[in-house]
């Protein structure tokens, strides 16, 4: 079956540090990434997607994701947190086969 | 635009009886979901209806759980009975026409805790 893999569970960053948060998937067919955060005390919203082409995907708020097939890997990236980045950071894929899966979620905190 | 709908915002109910949750999707959306979600876990789907139509609901534990999305519009989820590990906040999402690029819109879930 289908899974999505979140190694970092919790996360806490100075402001201005960079950010890296982990995802790896196990289906091996054609795919459609995502990440979803949820800021505290508001529903899950969309960050960023990919579904073809450039592999290096730009979303809100300065995030990027890069997608690497071969380490079945979408790796969220922001070069310089901010304090209201303060979230739960969700990668989720979706293939068709297997409906939207989510992995199990990173909380980041950023400290002023 | 007016953004998913779902009541109660919290719940709580001792084990063996019987819950509903409601949603209510952006107006125009062919496909919804309900997940649920556990503490510390990520959403789990539940079930997935393309208008009225359920198109996956292999997750779902049927011999508690129902769902039904009359005349394609709003939901409703159903527990009965209710365990303890059924203490989670479920969410209901919906998406356009569910194409597999779509992203989801969420509700801001219900809490349920089963005492």
Redesign the interface.
């Known amino acids: 079956a289908q899974s999505?893999s979140?190694h970092n569970h919790h996360v806490i960053l100075s402001e201005a540090a960079s950010l890296e948060l982990g995802c790896n998937y196990s289906y091996g067919g054609t795919v459609?990434l995502?990440w979803?955060v949820q800021y505290p005390g508001?529903?899950?919203?969309?960050l960023l997607?990919y579904?073809s082409g450039d592999p290096l995907v730009k979303g809100i708020k300065g995030f990027e994701a890069e997608f690497i097939k071969s380490k079945f890997s979408f790796n969220l990236r922001k070069p310089s947190v901010q304090w209201s980045d303060t979230a739960e950071y969700?990668c989720?894929v979706?293939?068709?086969t297997y409906?939207?899966?989510?992995?199990?979620?990173t909380r980041l905190k950023v400290l002023a | 635009e007016a953004g998913v709908a779902q009541s109660p915002r919290y719940k709580i109910i001792e084990k063996r009886q019987s819950v509903a949750f409601w949603c209510n999707p952006i107006s125009g959306h062919a496909t919804l979901y309900w997940y649920q979600q556990i503490l510390g876990q990520g959403p789990k789907l539940l079930i997935q209806f393309q208008n009225n139509g359920v198109v996956d609901d292999s997750q779902l534990p049927k011999d508690r759980f129902s769902a039904e999305r009359l005349k394609g519009v709003d939901s409703t989820l159903k527990i009965q009975p209710a365990k303890l590990e059924d203490s989670a906040v479920y969410l209901c999402a919906s998406s356009p026409s569910g194409q597999l690029d779509e992203k989801l819109f969420f509700g801001s879930g219900t809490q349920l805790s089963v005492l």
């Open positions: 999505v979140q459609n995502f979803y508001q529903h899950l919203q969309l997607k579904f969700f989720a979706n293939s068709g409906k939207y899966i989510f992995g199990t979620g």
